[in-house]
């Protein structure tokens, strides 16, 4: 199989380092939509997520989108497909999007320079995740640790919210 070049690649070759914030391409995964309720997502393995919350199983995690529609995450190439108890579907949409994390003592600012969702960890801790609109692009929005977070975004607005974050960062190197 060809190996897919991550198309922010040379965006993060040119990037300066930046204590405060750092931005960084994340590998392929394979991504499924899945819509479906606990009894779907027992079948292949997952645990249902709290409402806009992730559950994470060995290399696998599984965001809550909906009511009864979840993003479910992996390393890239170690789901062939995925069968599930009926009624449900699934979507392969591994190439729809491309990841990054933010990271760093003022990660949440500067994502909050183009998000209006309230960051603070009260508001939005650990494991919380959301959809949500960054400047002008869709995004999934997923609080990794304290001080990361991943977004999902859409391959063609990759390159845009990636700009828009070292627009961002500008500002503390400058």
Same mark, same amino acid.
């Given at each position: 199989m060809v190996e897919r070049a991550h198309n922010l690649a040379a &965006?993060?070759?040119?990037?300066?380092?930046?204590?405060?914030?750092?931005?960084?391409?994340?590998?392929?995964? /394979?991504? &499924?939509?899945?819509?479906?309720d606990a009894a779907v997502l027992a079948s292949i393995g997952m645990v249902l997520p709290e409402r806009c919350?992730?559950?994470?199983? @060995?290399?696998?995690?599984?965001l809550w989108? @909906?009511? %009864?529609?979840?993003?479910?995450?992996?390393?890239?190439?170690?789901?062939?497909?995925? %069968?599930?108890?009926?009624?449900?579907s699934v979507v392969d949409v591994s190439h729809r999007?491309?990841?990054?994390?933010?990271?760093?003592?003022?990660?949440?600012?500067a994502i909050n320079a183009f998000c209006a969702l309230d960051l603070h960890p009260s508001a939005f801790p650990v494991g919380m995740c959301t959809r949500t609109v960054f400047g002008k692009a869709e995004i999934?929005?997923?609080? /990794?640790?304290? %001080? /990361?977070?991943r977004i999902e975004v859409a391959r063609s607005f990759a390159p845009y919210v990636w700009a828009c974050l070292e627009e961002v960062r500008q500002e503390l190197l400058a």
């Open positions: &965006m993060a070759a040119a990037s300066l380092d930046c204590a405060a914030v750092q931005l960084t391409a994340l590998p392929p995964a /394979t991504r &499924m939509i899945i819509r479906g919350r992730a559950t994470v199983g @060995g290399n696998r995690a599984l989108l @909906g009511p %009864d529609e979840f993003l479910l995450l992996a390393p890239d190439e170690t789901i062939a497909a995925v %069968d599930v108890a009926q009624p449900a999007n491309s990841a990054f994390s933010v990271s760093g003592p003022r990660a949440a600012w999934v929005l997923w609080r /990794t640790a304290a %001080d /990361t977070f």
